[in-house]
C-alpha cells in the first residue's frame, strides 16, 4: 500500500508539472500572437515579410529577398525579390539608419519593385507577372512580363498592364487579351479599360490616367 501511494504521489507530481509546462507556453505564446497583432499596418503604413534583406545607402534603397511577403491596409503583394527605392529629391537623411530603419529616416517611399513569381491582390482582383513596379505617389502599378489581371471571371492579358489602385482602372498596352463574361442585357462587369495601340511606348510611368 505505501509503494501505491508512492506511486500514486509520483503520477501527481507529473501531472502537475505538465500542467505548469503547458500553462507557461500557452503565457509566452498569448504576448507572441499579440504581438504580430499590432504589428499589422495601419492607416497608410507597409509591412514587409522576407528572408533576407539589404540596406545599400548610396543606391538609398533596400532590397528584400527569399518569401517577400508586402502588406498595406488595402492590398498585398507577393515576390522573390522586392526593391524599395527611397525617394531621395529632398536630400538624404543626416541620421545614421541601417536596413528598415532607412525606410524611417531616409524619407519616403518612391516606389516599390517586385521581381520573379509576382502576385498582387488587392479587394476581389488578383494580378500576376514577372516584374511589378509599383508608384507609391502616383497610386499606380506597371506590371510586366507575362502580367495577367482577374477580376473575378473577367480576365486581361498584355504586353504591359498599368492597374490604378485608386480607381481601379485598368490601362492595357500592346498584344491585348480581353476575356470577360456578361449576363442577359446586361453590360460588361469588367471595370473601365483603356487600351492604347501595340506600338505605344513601353515606358508609361510618365502617362497620365485620364
Request: a neutral charge; hydrophobic letters at 40%; glycine letters at 8%.
Amino acid at each position: 500500500m505505501r509503494t501505491a501511494a508512492v506511486a500514486h504521489d509520483g503520477l501527481s507530481g507529473l501531472c502537475k508539472t505538465a500542467v505548469l509546462l503547458a500553462l507557461s507556453a500557452l503565457i509566452l505564446c498569448v504576448p507572441a500572437a499579440m504581438a504580430r497583432a499590432a504589428a499589422a499596418p495601419k492607416g497608410n503604413s507597409t509591412r514587409i515579410i522576407s528572408e533576407k534583406m539589404t540596406y545599400d545607402a548610396n543606391k538609398n534603397q533596400v532590397v528584400f529577398e527569399g518569401k517577400v511577403h508586402v502588406i498595406r491596409p488595402t492590398m498585398e503583394i507577393w515576390s522573390e525579390v522586392l526593391t524599395v527605392i527611397l525617394d531621395d529629391k529632398g536630400g538624404k537623411s543626416t541620421a545614421p539608419a541601417q536596413g528598415a530603419n532607412a525606410l524611417g529616416a531616409g524619407g519616403k517611399v518612391d516606389r516599390i519593385i517586385a521581381e520573379r513569381n509576382v502576385r498582387i491582390k488587392q479587394d476581389d482582383k488578383i494580378g500576376t507577372c514577372g516584374k511589378a513596379t509599383y508608384f507609391v505617389n502616383a497610386n499606380k502599378i506597371v506590371m510586366e512580363q507575362d502580367p495577367l489581371l482577374v477580376d473575378g471571371d473577367n480576365r486581361i492579358r498584355g504586353r504591359i498592364i498599368n492597374y490604378y489602385t485608386q480607381s481601379g482602372k485598368s490601362e492595357v498596352i500592346g498584344n491585348v487579351d480581353v476575356q470577360f463574361t456578361t449576363e442577359d442585357n446586361k453590360s460588361p462587369s469588367l471595370p473601365g479599360i483603356d487600351v492604347a495601340p501595340s506600338d505605344a511606348p513601353a515606358d508609361a510611368d510618365d502617362r497620365t490616367q485620364q
